[in-house]
C-alpha cells in the first residue's frame, strides 16, 4: 500500500494526556495518514482539552479534520460510520483516544496486514494490531495482554471457527484497518450499537468469505485496570450485542474460551508466587460472567435494571422498549 491512501478516524470524549501522546506518535509514523478525522463528542470538551495540553501546534502539524456531535447522538457504530463517510480513502483505521502507538511503524504495520489473503486468496476485511499492557498495569492485566495478543500474525477465516470459535471473529477498534470497498459492500457497522461493532462487522466479514488478520507487529500502549463492578457493565453490554445479533454470534463457542483464559491466567499467577491473586482473578470473572448472562437474557429485565447494569445508558436512553 502505498503512502497517503489511509485515513484515520478517532472518536473522543473528554480527551486527555493519552490522546495528546497518540497524536504525537502519529507524527513519527513512516506511513503518513491521508487525514485524521476526528469525532469529538461535545465541544467544550475539545476546548478544554486543547487548553490544557496546549495542543494547538500540535494538530496544526497533523492533517486533522475535525467534526463535534452532542453527547445525545453519540454511538459506537454511527458515530464511527459518519466518520467513514468523511473519508474517501481505500483504506482507513479507526482508533480509540487512549490507544498509543507503540513505535513508528504502526501504521505501516496495519497497511501491511490489510493487503494479506485467506487459504483460499480472498481479501483481508479488516486487520487489528496488538496491544500491550501499560506500565501501571496489573500483573493480571499485563498476562492477559499477552495472552489475548500474541506476537505471531495470523489471518483468521471461516474454516478456523472450529478451533478458535467466537475469537474467529475478534477485532478491535481500539486500533483496526478496513478495507473500503470490501466494508461498504458488506454494509459497515450497525448504525445503532450499545457495544462491538468491530465483532458484529468482522463475524459478518467471515461469514462472507473474508479474512480477519491479527497484526502482531502492529504495537499500541493500551490496558484498563478495570473493577469487577466495570466489568460486570462491560460484559452486560457485551451480553446484549451478542444476544441483538444471533447471525453472527448464535453458532459459535463463547464461555469455553473464557474459560481457557482463566485458566492460563490462575496457572500464570501460580508461577509467579501471587497465589492470593487468584481470588480478584476469580471475583473479576465471575462478574464478568454473571454481567454477560443478565445482557445475554437482558429482555427478561426491566427498564430501570438494565439501567442498573449498562456502561452505556445513552444507548437504552434512544432505545425503543421491548422487554418482558
Not at 41 to 55: H, I, Q
Not at 147 to 168: A, H, M, Q, S, V
Not at 226 to 246: C, E, I, M, N
Amino acid at each position: 500500500m502505498e503512502k497517503q491512501t489511509v485515513d484515520l478516524i478517532i472518536p473522543t470524549y473528554q480527551p486527555d494526556e493519552k490522546f495528546s501522546l497518540l497524536l504525537q506518535a502519529l507524527q513519527g509514523q513512516t506511513c503518513v495518514v491521508h487525514k485524521v478525522i476526528i469525532m469529538n463528542t461535545e465541544e467544550n470538551c475539545w476546548t478544554d482539552f486543547v487548553k490544557k495540553y496546549r495542543a494547538e501546534k500540535l494538530l496544526q502539524k497533523l492533517p486533522v479534520e475535525l467534526h463535534h456531535i452532542p453527547k445525545k447522538e453519540f454511538d459506537h457504530g454511527g458515530t464511527r460510520m459518519q466518520g467513514v463517510s468523511y473519508s474517501d480513502a481505500p483504506y482507513f483505521i479507526c482508533m480509540t483516544q487512549d490507544a498509543v502507538p507503540a513505535d513508528n511503524y504502526l501504521i505501516a504495520n496495519l497497511c501491511k496486514a490489510i493487503g494479506g489473503t485467506t487459504s483460499t486468496g480472498a481479501p483481508v476485511a479488516a486487520g487489528y494490531a496488538r496491544q500491550l499492557a501499560a506500565g501501571s498495569s496489573s500483573l493480571m492485566e499485563n498476562y492477559m495482554r499477552q495472552f489475548n495478543y500474541p506476537p505471531r500474525c495470523r489471518i483468521k477465516e471461516k474454516k478456523d471457527l472450529e478451533e478458535l470459535g467466537i475469537k474467529t471473529f475478534f477485532c478491535s477498534n481500539v486500533c483496526a484497518v478496513y478495507n473500503r470497498e470490501i466494508f461498504d459492500k458488506l454494509g459497515g457497522f450497525e448504525k445503532r450499537t450499545i457495544f462491538n461493532e468491530d465483532m458484529i462487522y468482522a463475524g459478518h466479514a467471515v461469514y462472507a468469505g473474508y479474512g480477519i488478520a491479527y497484526a502482531a507487529d502492529a504495537l499500541v500502549v493500551h490496558s484498563h485496570n478495570y473493577t469487577a463492578r466495570q466489568q460486570k457493565k462491560r460484559y452486560f453490554d457485551l451480553g446484549v450485542s451478542q444476544a441483538q445479533h444471533p447471525e453472527v454470534f448464535a453458532e459459535v463457542k463463547s464461555e469455553s474460551e473464557g474459560m481457557k483464559s482463566v485458566a492460563a491466567t490462575a496457572k500464570y499467577l501460580l508461577k509467579k508466587k501471587k497465589p492470593l491473586q487468584i481470588f480478584s482473578l476469580i471475583s473479576q470473572n465471575l462478574a464478568k460472567y454473571v454481567g454477560y448472562k443478565k445482557g445475554f437474557h437482558y429482555k427478561k429485565l426491566k427498564k430501570n435494571q438494565i439501567l442498573k447494569y449498562t456502561s452505556n445508558k445513552g444507548y437504552w436512553n434512544k432505545q425503543e422498549w421491548d422487554t418482558e
